[in-house]
C-alpha cells in the first residue's frame, strides 16, 4: 500500500496491536502519518478501545489526556483525523477540546465529516488549528467500478478547489483499484500531495 504513491497519507488507529509498528514503518518510507483518532458514533459497538474514543462526556482534562496518550503511541503523526464520530463531531464544547489540545501539540486535523452537522472544521479554524474537511469517500462500496468514479469525481472537484481530499480504507479492492488509477491520474497531469500541504 505504501508503494501507492510517497504522499498518500497513512492514518492510524491507536489503541491497536499494530499501531505503533506501521507508524515507525511508514516514517521509515517517509510517508506521512496521523492519528485516526475513535470518536463516539451514532452507530453501536464501536470495536475500539474505550481508552481512546473521545465523546461529549469527558472533561477538558480527559480529552487531552487520551489524545496525547495517541501521539505517545504513534510519535511520527503529524496530526489526527476522525475515526467514525458521527456523534463526537456534533458537540461543540468536545470539539472545542479537541482543538485546544491540537493547537498545545501543534498538530493538524483532517474532519473526516461523517456527519454534515460536524463542528469539527469550523472550530479548529476559530482555534487556530490547520484543518481540512474530507471531500470524497473512496470506497463506501468494495467495488472497483465504484471506487474508479469516486476517484475521478476527487479529480473534478479539485480543478475548482485547486486541493481536493480523499479518503479510503486498506482493503484489496481499493488498493488494485489504486495501483491503476493512480498512474493514470497522474499522466493525465493530476499531483498527489501530503495531507500537511493541504491543511491550511
Known amino acids: 500500500f505504501f508503494k501507492l504513491d510517497k504522499n498518500i497519507t497513512a492514518a492510524i488507529i491507536p489503541g491497536t496491536s499494530y499501531g505503533e509498528a506501521i507508524g515507525d514503518y511508514a516514517d521509515s518510507l517517509g510517508i506521512e502519518t496521523i492519528v485516526h483518532m475513535p470518536m463516539e458514533t451514532y452507530e453501536e459497538d464501536p470495536p475500539i478501545p474505550s481508552d481512546f474514543i473521545l465523546h461529549d462526556r469527558l472533561n477538558a482534562v480527559e480529552v487531552e489526556k487520551r489524545i496525547k496518550k495517541a501521539f505517545e503511541e504513534i510519535t511520527t503523526a503529524a496530526g489526527m483525523s476522525n475515526h467514525q464520530g458521527s456523534k463526537a463531531t456534533e458537540s461543540l464544547q468536545l470539539m472545542k477540546d479537541v482543538a485546544r489540545t491540537l493547537k498545545k501539540l501543534e498538530k493538524y486535523f483532517l474532519d473526516s465529516f461523517t456527519n454534515p452537522e460536524s463542528r469539527g472544521f469550523i472550530t479548529m479554524r476559530r482555534y487556530g488549528v490547520k ?9 463506501h462500496l468494495e467495488s472497483p467500478g465504484h471506487i474508479q468514479r469516486q476517484l475521478d469525481s476527487l479529480a473534478l472537484l479539485s480543478q475548482d478547489m485547486d486541493v481536493a481530499i480523499g479518503i479510503g480504507h486498506v482493503k484489496p479492492t481499493t488498493l488494485q483499484v489504486l495501483k491503476t488509477e493512480i498512474p493514470r491520474l497522474q499522466s493525465e497531469g493530476y499531483q498527489f500531495i501530503r495531507l500537511s500541504q493541504a491543511v491550511r
Do not use: A, M, S
Open 131 to 139: 484543518t481540512e474537511l474530507r471531500q470524497v469517500f473512496l470506497d
